[in-house]
């Protein structure tokens, strides 16, 4: 399957790091395709215009979310509902996300969709040793997943 899905679309290598195609935009919303491969993450960043929607079709991701208080929460995007998956998860505008390949899953795939429609001047890829002092509880985990 990851062989058809990489030759069905004109992917990009997305600057918060997974692989992308924008599939329609208007003033009302923005949807893509999304894909992970082993190594691939999609580094903290967040929205300033729009809340993001994500929902997973194949593969199971951890969605890494600060709100900006600090609160954090981890999302489990997958389809083992019975074992506290979550199909769709939504990140109100402003938060910081991130998100990577689950443990021993070879890729996954799915959709991002934000409403109202997405703004490059509106993302912001979080600077590490920024969020860092912001949020020095979650250092760890954002020097995990931010690039140097």
């Given at each position: 399957m990851l062989e058809q899905l990489l030759r069905a679309y004109q992917w990009f290598d997305h600057p918060e790091g997974m692989k992308f195609v924008e599939a329609q935009q208007d003033a009302f919303r923005t949807v893509g395709h999304w894909l992970f491969q082993p190594g691939a993450m999609s580094a903290f960043h967040r929205v300033l215009n729009c809340e993001e929607i994500w929902a997973l079709h194949v593969g199971r991701l951890h969605l890494h979310v600060i709100a900006p208080d600090g609160a954090y929460r981890l999302v489990r995007l997958g389809l083992d509902l019975a074992g506290g998956d979550?199909?769709?998860?939504?990140?109100?505008?402003?938060?910081?996300?991130?998100?990577?390949?689950?443990?021993?899953?070879?890729?996954?795939?799915?959709?991002?969709?934000?409403a109202p429609g997405f703004r490059y001047s509106e993302l912001q890829i979080a600077p590490r040793l920024e969020l860092a002092e912001l949020f020095p509880q979650h250092q760890d985990l954002i020097v995990q997943l931010t690039h140097p």
């Amino acid at each position: 399957m990851l062989e058809q899905l990489l030759r069905a679309y004109q992917w990009f290598d997305h600057p918060e790091g997974m692989k992308f195609v924008e599939a329609q935009q208007d003033a009302f919303r923005t949807v893509g395709h999304w894909l992970f491969q082993p190594g691939a993450m999609s580094a903290f960043h967040r929205v300033l215009n729009c809340e993001e929607i994500w929902a997973l079709h194949v593969g199971r991701l951890h969605l890494h979310v600060i709100a900006p208080d600090g609160a954090y929460r981890l999302v489990r995007l997958g389809l083992d509902l019975a074992g506290g998956d979550v199909p769709v998860a939504t990140v109100p505008k402003g938060h910081w996300q991130a998100a990577e390949l689950a443990p021993a899953v070879p890729f996954a795939f799915g959709t991002n969709v934000c409403a109202p429609g997405f703004r490059y001047s509106e993302l912001q890829i979080a600077p590490r040793l920024e969020l860092a002092e912001l949020f020095p509880q979650h250092q760890d985990l954002i020097v995990q997943l931010t690039h140097p």
